[in-house]
């Protein structure tokens, strides 16, 4: 029966919609090589990956503010490339207000606006709080969360290629091991209806990078999706499930699960009906190159960027979105073929002709990662991974706000103690009812009753008072925060103490 639903879940969010109209596309990209602290190595590639996203979402038409510092290596090899800003926390908050803005302005006058956040850098926990690391600051988990609740984008898209960057705390490297921790920069039980989330997820202390890639592992594969890998329906549509079934086709070639990338696909809402959103689109006829065979190819420049790589299932083909510049080089991943795109137009694979390259790798790793994109991708890994997804989604415990109880429940409480509180007065008052025909004996137990009315009018007020005193914070405090309330008995008294 669960597998009937969940099929009916796939097939729902799978159903075509209307066509509508294509959102802009803002985005805020950071990449920071530096680390936080001595202890910690310094990333090689961030800055890379910060600006080929950068270069790729203008191809898109979005509008795209990088902040990076750009290395040596990275400055040598676009000379002409300038980044907004370093990847300061001022820098981010004061492109953030700016972008903001032109959200607003948009927004007012009724076009429709998109927003995408990505980081690639170091991330850490930090007094109990997720964190990324900035220059001279941090990106924390709630200023994150304040970012996305104050963005006037119809949809927000959160990617992340960080250490620690989701609800385990992981490493972004090979090996390690998954740890639960409360504070994530997003979770499965309370997802944003209006922002998604891509995260890498990998363990360990070391940097998941590639020289082979000269970028982080991660963040190339979501640029391989994007760039069209990952659209197996040719639409000029990235959605997170196709993007999702990417991801997981591209890295299951590795066996050893201490060198596989882990990554975290949560769309809008959270439900498999939003696997159907978009995470980016591409205009219309902006496809350059058709990929009309099966094959298993990358993409570079001349300078040997790597743009993308693709294992083209068979009958299944793509429409690859590449940058203006030419020559072009789509290699066969076992090296042995190599082809130049060379023309502005769109053009089919098997229309160019091959010769042949040569390259050598050695090493443990090289041979790990020679693994990546080795198993075809096609619709039935979108497929396979929307179904997956409704049906972790059916099995995960539902995680219910216990605050709404107590709100609920404390003013029938607080009731209760005033009612006891009330029957107390009224006995220490019959009690205290004597006159001189009263003996002593008499007198002694009235005095024990009303010492008994006074114990239960004090616990009962303080019951109240604390059930009061509970429900106004709860009242007033945001169900998305953090709330703790305990209610400590003492020597003839009760104490109420929180953190909200």
Same mark, same amino acid.
């Given at each position: 029966m669960a597998l009937e639903l969940a099929m009916l879940t796939l097939l729902a969010a799978a159903a075509p919609g209307p066509v509508q109209p294509r959102p802009k596309l803002f985005a805020l990209v950071v990449g920071n090589n530096?680390?936080?602290?001595? =202890? =910690?190595?310094? &990333? #090689? +590639?961030?800055?890379?990956?910060? &600006?080929?996203?950068?270069h790729l979402l203008l191809e898109a038409g979005a509008r795209s503010v990088l902040l990076a510092r750009l290395d040596d290596q990275t400055r040598a090899l676009h000379p002409g490339e300038v980044p907004s800003s370093p990847p300061? #926390? %001022?820098?981010? =908050?004061?492109?953030?207000?700016?972008?903001?803005?032109?959200?607003?302005?948009l927004a007012a006058s009724g076009q429709a606006v998109e927003l995408l956040l990505f980081f690639s850098g170091h991330g850490d926990i930090s007094e109990g709080e997720g964190y990324l690391a900035l220059e001279g600051g941090r990106l924390t988990r709630s200023t994150l969360q304040a970012m996305l609740a104050a963005s006037p984008a119809r949809r927000n898209h959160v990617v992340i290629d960080a250490c620690k960057a989701y609800f385990a705390v992981l490493g972004k490297g090979p090996g390690g091991s998954r740890a639960p921790y409360p504070g994530p920069f997003a979770t499965r039980a309370a997802p944003s209806l209006n922002s998604g989330f891509v995260l890498s997820t990998s363990s360990d202390g070391d940097s998941h990078e590639w020289e082979r890639y000269q970028a982080g592992i991660f963040s190339f594969e979501v640029r391989s999706g994007l760039r069209g890998s990952a659209d197996v329906n040719g639409d000029g549509?990235?959605?997170?499930?196709? &993007?999702?079934? +990417?991801?997981?086709?591209?890295?299951?070639?590795?066996?050893?699960?201490? +060198?596989?990338p882990d990554f975290l696909v949560v769309p809008p809402g959270g439900s498999a009906a939003g696997l159907d959103e978009a995470v980016l =689109?591409?205009?219309?006829?902006?496809?350059?190159? %058709?990929?009309?065979?099966t094959s298993h190819l990358y993409v570079e420049t001349r300078t040997g960027d790597r743009l993308l790589e693709v294992n083209a299932g068979a009958s299944q083909a793509f429409l690859l979105h590449l940058p203006g510049e030419r020559p072009l080089f789509i290699r066969d991943a076992s090296e042995r073929q190599e082809r130049i795109l060379e023309g502005a137009v769109r053009t089919r694979l098997s229309a160019l002709p091959t010769s042949r390259p040569s390259v050598t790798g050695k090493g443990a790793l090289h041979v790990a990662f020679s693994q990546l994109f080795s198993r075809p991708f096609d619709a039935s890994a979108v497929e396979s991974f929307a179904l997956e997804f409704a049906l972790q989604r059916r099995a995960e415990p539902t995680q219910h706000d216990v605050r709404v109880d107590l709100r609920a429940a404390a003013p029938f409480v607080a009731g209760g103690a005033a009612l006891v509180m009330f029957g107390g007065i009224a006995v220490g008052l019959e009690r205290s009812n004597v006159n001189a025909q009263t003996s002593q004996r008499e007198r002694g137990l009235r005095n024990d009753g009303i010492a008994a009315a006074n114990v239960t009018i004090g616990v009962a007020g303080g019951v109240a008072a604390a059930a009061l005193g509970g429900w106004l914070i709860l009242a007033l405090t945001s169900p998305a925060a953090p709330v703790e309330v305990a209610v400590l008995p003492g020597a003839g008294s009760l104490a109420v103490v929180g953190r909200w």
């Open positions: 530096q680390p936080e602290s001595a =202890s =910690s190595p310094e &990333l #090689k +590639f961030a800055d890379d990956d910060a &600006l080929a996203l950068h300061s #926390k %001022e820098a981010l =908050s004061s492109a953030w207000e700016r972008l903001r803005a032109e959200l607003l302005a549509r990235v959605t997170y499930g196709e &993007l999702g079934g +990417f991801l997981e086709r591209a890295n299951a070639g590795i066996i050893n699960t201490r +060198f596989r =689109s591409w205009p219309v006829d902006s496809a350059a190159l %058709e990929l009309d065979t």
